[in-house]
């Protein structure tokens, strides 16, 4: 199962729009952080597994760089838990 290009770019617009990084008390939306569409493309890959599988395996492949590009972490380690759940929702609609 994968998105039309139009799908894809709706669901792009959905993470930006409400996803966020957590960093300190700071919320760092995606789509300021240039990373809505890998995780848009990320959970396209996987949306034939469900929601919750495609949400939770995209956060951890999508690599997030911080201090320079010297480190990467998995955007799971960045998003509050909150957050998986809201992607989930909004993969929910997508994988039926």
Known sequence: MT???EELKDLQLAIADRLY???ASWHL???DAGLA????LE???RLAQGANVAARQA???VQV?????NTRLPLARLMPT???FDLEEILDPYCR
């Open 3 to 5: 998105l039309s290009s």
């Open 59 to 61: 956060v951890e492949s």
């Open 65 to 69: 760089e911080v201090a320079g590009g």
């Open 29 to 31: 939306y995606l789509g």
């Open 43 to 45: 959970c396209n890959a």
């Open 82 to 84: 909150g957050q998986l």
């Open 21 to 23: 990084m957590q960093i």
């Open 37 to 40: 569409e890998a995780l848009a």
